[in-house]
């Protein structure tokens, strides 16, 4: 049951990985040349928040290989979508150069998203952790 749950994790989380960072387009806030930073930036926070979804929600609805698979992937599907509702798509950036304040905001854009990241990190595995230990 352990292992189906965390394939399961790995494949929805690289399936709305590629849908939001390839398909879609989407790029981290902060840094919006770096396509391997927001793949990977996308990748931890579903991985992480679908294995924490994994560990404490309750087993309902179909089971496939010993492990319940359809809380998973709604757990996945709302952060992709809470990610995607808090971040403004790549075609509304401007092409042109910055100015200093713009890229004032960009390094305070970089900041915050930094801090939101570790954070909800730290949360996750915090999380996993405390339903191993209980």
Known sequence: MFLAEILFVLVFALVLTAILGWGLRWRHPARTDAVWASIMFLFVVLLLSMWA??????????VLW???WVGILAVGILVALIILAVSAPTWRWRRTPRTPVEEQR??????????????LLL???VGILLSVIF
């Open 53 to 62: 979804a994994a560990v404490w929600i309750p087993d309902q609805g179909p």
């Open 66 to 68: 010993g492990a319940s």
């Open 106 to 119: 960009a390094a305070e854009t970089e900041a915050v998203f930094g801090c939101f990241f570790w954070v």
């Open 123 to 125: 949360v996750f595995v």
